[in-house]
């Protein structure tokens, strides 16, 4: 009479570890008293390693949480950052059967915050920013039409001027979709292999003939004890090579004339898994104030001379977004002598 509850107590694991490597969800079982049993691969890729033999009330750590975990029959919302500057949201919901294990089903909503963000803040950013490059062109076409400006050389001059805007308004929109691209996209791990010295050399000879142009020159150095070695980190080869043309290219808009931009790669302070990529530069001061803002969209020192070099004011935010992407961290310093250093360090996978 034993022998099919027995069967049973064999068989529900394995049906519950062939569902939970089926879904896409995070789904971690747990026993009467709270202790994880079992976590299927997307609840590991969502809260790291080590789940199983750990309390819920240790996992889930928000007070919301810990209520459903305490009361097994509701649902709630989990804002979670994996020791990363990544956050992810998550619904959470929990359900306590009639064996008394405890399931809880972890659904990923990052993906849907981050569209609904980036659509607001789109709207907002594209109305603002936009207005001004449009009064601008309105303007000079109503002066030639209603003034009938005929001589050349003023039509010349409105005409530079409109096209001006004009390309200033594209950029603007090319930076707006590559940084909307980014940020939905920015809480999934790329796992494509990128040889890392070999994207900074390619962006550095693309940049070389612009720097030239202001007699700057593009140093690059290797400060690795083993430099010899080829670092090889995981992801999209596009992406990296766009941080390093932004913060190449940007040394290149501010800094001074005959002057050296110094690129450099070393180790990170905790050993060979990360890589430290430095481009430094010789300009105007950068105050403590306006240091930790810098990577904000729009945000701008000199908001002047940033539109008069051609400067859209989201590049330093791509960056930022990109790094975050990759699980890499950026420090931005400015000494009061002008050299500044935006120093991005990024995991590495080892010799390529």
């Known amino acids: 009479m034993n022998a099919p509850k ?41 809260l790291g390693e080590g789940l199983v033999g750990r309390p819920l009330l240790d996992i889930f750590t928000s007070d919301d949480v810990g209520k459903v975990v305490a009361s097994c029959e509701n649902s709630c919302t989990l804002v979670h950052s994996s020791q990363t500057s990544v956050a992810m949201e998550f619904n959470v919901r929990i359900r306590r059967m009639d064996d008394g294990l405890i399931m809880v089903l972890i659904l990923d909503m990052t993906l849907q915050r981050n569209l609904e963000k980036v659509r607001r803040d789109f709207v907002a950013n594209v109305s603002h920013e936009l207005r001004s490059p449009l009064t601008s062109l309105a303007g000079f076409i109503e002066t030639i039409l209603v003034n009938d400006v005929r001589d050349w050389p003023t039509q010349q001059r409105f005409l530079k001027i409109m096209e001006e805007e004009a390309g200033r308004m594209s950029r603007l929109i090319d930076d ?57 980190m995981k992801g999209y080869s596009d992406e990296i ?18 002057t050296t931009i110094d690129v450099d790669i070393d180790i990170g302070a905790q050993g060979d898994d ?79």
Do not use: C, W
Not at 20 to 41: E, H, K, Q, T, Y
Not at 241 to 258: C, P, R, W
């Open 6 to 46: 027995d069967t049973a107590s064999v068989i529900e694991p394995r049906v519950l570890s062939e569902v939970g490597r089926m879904l896409d969800d995070g789904l971690l079982v747990a026993d009467d008293s709270g202790i994880v049993l079992s976590a299927n691969s997307a609840a590991v890729r969502f």
């Open 176 to 232: 707006l979709l590559s940084l909307s691209r980014v940020e939905v996209d920015e809480h999934i791990v790329p796992d494509e292999r990128v040889p890392l010295l070999e994207v900074v050399k390619s962006v550095i000879a693309s940049l070389e003939a612009r720097a030239a142009q202001r007699r700057m020159r593009i140093l690059l150095s290797d400060s690795r004890p083993n430099s010899a070695d080829r670092p090889v």
């Open 241 to 258: 090579n766009e941080v390093f043309h932004n913060l190449i290219e940007n040394a290149i808009k501010y800094g001074f004339e005959d």
């Open 274 to 352: 990360l890589v430290v990529i430095s481009v430094t530069n010789m300009g105007e001061p950068v105050s403590e104030k306006h240091l930790h803002r810098l990577t904000e969209r729009f945000y701008r020192v000199d908001k002047a001379r940033s539109r008069q070099i051609g400067g859209t004011g989201l590049g330093l935010a791509i960056v930022k977004h990109i790094v975050n992407r990759h699980r890499g961290r950026m420090q931005i310093s400015s000494s009061a002598d002008g050299v500044t250093t935006f120093a991005v360090s990024l995991p590495v996978l080892g010799d390529g």
